[in-house]
């Protein structure tokens, strides 16, 4: 099992840029896969993207393709979305969570940080 523990949610403007980081406690970092989702409310979680084991691999979720950049860090066991030209409706509460390559699922899930953006 791994930890995660999301990091800099906040309130910002629409238009403004955040960057999440997500710290796991696991010195297998590199061989997950990684995750990010959200969950705005009264709605189910979606994904944002993935990464593979570097940062050439990645996957986006067409709502967010081209304004969020997921990369990673092996070194610090940690992986990151930024997140440029923020809308109100990506107002959500966001989550990592990994998975190894063989799995469909991801299994191992972060508390959540909450990013609220204003109009």
């Known amino acids: 099992q791994v930890q995660l523990v999301e990091s800099g949610g906040g309130l910002v403007q629409a238009g403004g840029s955040l960057r999440l980081s997500c710290a796991a406690s696991?010195?297998?970092?590199?061989?997950?896969?990684m995750g990010w989702f959200r969950q705005a409310s009264g709605k189910e979680r979606e994904l944002v993207g993935v990464?593979?084991?570097?940062?050439?691999?990645?996957y986006y979720a067409d709502s967010v393709k081209g304004r969020f950049t997921i990369s990673r860090d092996n070194t610090k066991n940690s992986v990151y979305l930024e997140m440029n030209m923020l809308k109100p409706e990506d107002t959500a509460v966001y989550y990592c969570?990994?998975?190894?390559?063989?799995?469909?699922?991801?299994?191992?899930w972060g508390q959540g940080t909450r990013v609220t953006v204003s109009s």
């Open positions: 969570a990994a998975r190894y390559p063989e799995q469909s699922r991801f299994d191992n």
């Open positions: 696991t010195p297998y970092f590199s061989s997950y896969y």
């Open positions: 990464i593979g084991w570097d940062n050439e691999d990645t």
